[in-house]
């Protein structure tokens, strides 16, 4: 099981990016995905997740109307776009893989405990 995260960079407040999270391995029919964030200092902190299945979709309070999770199952990847970036989107990105896909079933962002299968990470750097 491999994920691999792209399309992070830097990019000026209100500006967009597209970030990738493409699965060598499995198939995201079988798991949840989650996208979550980490800046320098502050612990990971969940922001969007999307079910297997019915792509049932959660996201953290924070970015709602700005960022949003899509899947490919033809390419077997994971979207999430982001617009409107502010200096507090800064951080490094990182989809993961959950398998009992707990987003189609609890509200709200994704919780890191809950997910076993993790990415590398890709650098989101907004300015101001």
């Known amino acids: 099981v491999q994920l691999v995260e792209s399309g992070g960079g830097l990019v000026r407040a209100g500006g967009s990016l597209r970030l990738s999270c493409a699965a060598s391995?499995?198939?995201?029919?079988?798991?949840?995905i989650g996208w979550f964030r980490q800046a320098p200092g502050k612990e990971r902190e969940g922001v969007a997740c999307?079910?297997?299945?019915?792509?049932?979709?959660n996201y953290a309070d924070s970015v709602k109307g700005r960022f949003t999770i899509s899947s490919d199952s033809a390419d077997n990847t994971v979207y999430l776009q982001l617009t409107s970036l502010k200096p507090d989107d800064t951080a490094t990105y990182y989809c993961?893989?959950?398998?009992?896909?707990?987003?189609?079933?609890?509200?709200?962002?994704?919780?890191?405990?809950?997910?076993?299968?993790w990415g590398q990470g890709t650098q989101v750097t907004v300015s101001s």
């Open positions: 993961a893989a959950d398998v009992a896909s707990l987003c189609e079933v609890v509200a709200g962002p994704p919780r890191p405990a809950e997910y076993d299968y």
């Open positions: 999307i079910s297997r299945g019915d792509g049932t979709t």
């Open positions: 391995g499995f198939s995201f029919d079988d798991y949840g």
